[in-house]
């Protein structure tokens, strides 16, 4: 089968091409390298079933060349990381909102399956735990950046479900939670590779308020077997599902357990919220997905424990 991965020099994107090649697909990817790096696919570029394309996914023509040759669409390119959506607000915004409706328009043209990658932002800041799939969304002021992060995301959803109601285009929707594992950078704000490089480096780990803010964290393994698994499940059609983890720990008790584990002499310092990001910034006490959905379509039950996962990413920063 012809895939097309965009954003697949990102984290998630590198890992989904691998497990594709390995099954014996051929796989394009397009990314603009603005959060996903050369070093992700370096390895890829020597298999002849592997084709990168440099470039955006708000340039047309290429992207419609792509899908016209493409069989299915994972759609991954996207403005990702707190930092990154803060520093660039208007960029995330047209990335997230125009690219998507790019892909959707040429992906209906041909009429290619896609998969769109959603996230668990979409919640806002509700404090309804866990997240259920057909929740309703609490968000914040249209003055706090993170929160049009959220409503580009709502908007994709939207979309995908329209092309999808009205002409019959076969989408399936994953909001991803806290996606972590080896690759990831903490360029971005992700807090494990952050918290890890720190550890390692014997710089102080870095926490955003008041560290008793607590997440879930799933390994990218895991993330990616689900979103083969649901390509592959005709039920999905036209369906939202949460994809992550439910082992919740706050983030003063991850600093903590990363500087034990890479028996670290790193110092915990804590600062506030509006000196890492901007004036006014919200953030979630917690943030759990409710897997049921999810499981009773494909079956997906995480096979990475959270001291799992951390083992992979400091073994991967030791190389």
């Given at each position: 089968?012809?895939?097309?991965?965009?954003?697949?020099?990102?984290?998630?994107?590198?890992?989904?091409?691998?497990?594709?090649?390995?099954?014996?697909?051929?796989?394009?990817?397009?990314?603009?390298?603005?959060?996903?790096?050369?070093?992700?696919?370096?390895?890829?570029?020597?298999?002849?079933?592997?084709?990168?394309?440099?470039?955006?996914?708000?340039?047309?023509?290429?992207?419609?060349?792509?899908?016209?040759?493409?069989?299915?669409?994972?759609?991954?390119?996207?403005?990702?990381?707190v930092s990154y959506i803060i520093n660039n607000p208007l960029?995330?915004?047209?990335?997230?909102?125009?690219?998507?409706?790019?892909?959707?328009?040429?992906?209906?043209?041909?009429?290619?399956?896609?998969?769109?990658?959603?996230?668990?932002?979409?919640?806002?800041?509700?404090?309804?735990?866990?997240?259920?799939?057909?929740?309703?969304?609490?968000?914040?002021?249209?003055?706090?950046?993170?929160?049009?992060?959220?409503?580009?995301?709502?908007?994709?959803?939207?979309?995908?479900?329209?092309?999808?109601?009205?002409?019959?285009?076969?989408?399936?929707?994953?909001?991803?939670?806290?996606?972590?594992?080896?690759?990831?950078?903490?360029?971005?704000?992700?807090?494990?590779?952050?918290?890890?490089?720190?550890?390692?480096?014997?710089?102080?780990?870095?926490?955003?308020?008041?560290?008793?803010?607590?997440?879930?964290?799933?390994?990218?393994?895991?993330?990616?077997?689900?979103?083969?698994?649901?390509?592959?499940?005709?039920?999905?059609?036209?369906?939202?599902?949460?994809?992550?983890?439910?082992?919740?720990?706050?983030?003063?008790?991850?600093?903590?357990?990363?500087?034990?584990?890479?028996?670290?002499?790193?110092?915990?310092?804590?600062?506030?919220?509006?000196?890492?990001?901007?004036?006014?910034?919200?953030?979630?006490?917690?943030?759990?997905?409710?897997?049921?959905?999810?499981?009773?379509?494909?079956?997906?039950?995480?096979?990475?424990?959270?001291?799992?996962?951390?083992?992979?990413?400091?073994?991967?920063?030791?190389?």
């Amino acid at each position: 089968m012809r895939i097309l991965i965009t954003g697949g020099a990102g984290f998630i994107g590198s890992h989904l091409c691998e497990a594709l090649l390995a099954k014996g697909h051929k796989v394009s990817i397009i990314d603009n390298l603005s959060t996903g790096k050369l070093s992700n696919i370096d390895h890829l570029q020597v298999n002849e079933s592997f084709h990168y394309v440099l470039g955006s996914i708000l340039d047309r023509d290429i992207l419609e060349s792509l899908i016209s040759e493409a069989d299915e669409i994972y759609h991954l390119a996207a403005a990702v990381g707190v930092s990154y959506i803060i520093n660039n607000p208007l960029l995330s915004l047209q990335t997230n909102i125009e690219g998507t409706e790019n892909v959707l328009e040429f992906a209906n043209k041909y009429k290619r399956k896609v998969l769109i990658a959603s996230t668990s932002e979409i919640y806002g800041k509700s404090d309804k735990i866990p997240f259920k799939e057909e929740d309703d969304r609490v968000l914040g002021s249209t003055s706090i950046s993170r929160w049009g992060y959220s409503c580009s995301k709502a908007i994709d959803e939207f979309l995908s479900l329209a092309y999808h109601r009205e002409k019959k285009l076969p989408v399936v929707i994953v909001r991803l939670f806290n996606t972590v594992g080896p690759r990831q950078t903490g360029q971005y704000g992700m807090v494990i590779p952050k918290f890890v490089k720190a550890a390692m480096l014997g710089h102080p780990i870095t926490i955003h308020g008041n560290g008793k803010q607590s997440r879930c964290f799933a390994d990218v393994a895991d993330i990616v077997w689900s979103l083969q698994a649901l390509m592959s499940e005709p039920r999905a059609i036209g369906q939202v599902f949460n994809v992550g983890n439910k082992e919740e720990i706050s983030i003063e008790d991850l600093a903590m357990k990363i500087k034990d584990m890479t028996k670290s002499s790193s110092k915990i310092e804590y600062i506030p919220y509006e000196n890492a990001y901007e004036e006014g910034f919200e953030d979630m006490l917690r943030r759990m997905p409710d897997l049921s959905k999810v499981n009773e379509f494909i079956g997906y039950e995480p096979q990475y424990s959270l001291d799992m996962i951390l083992e992979r990413v400091i073994k991967f920063y030791e190389k």
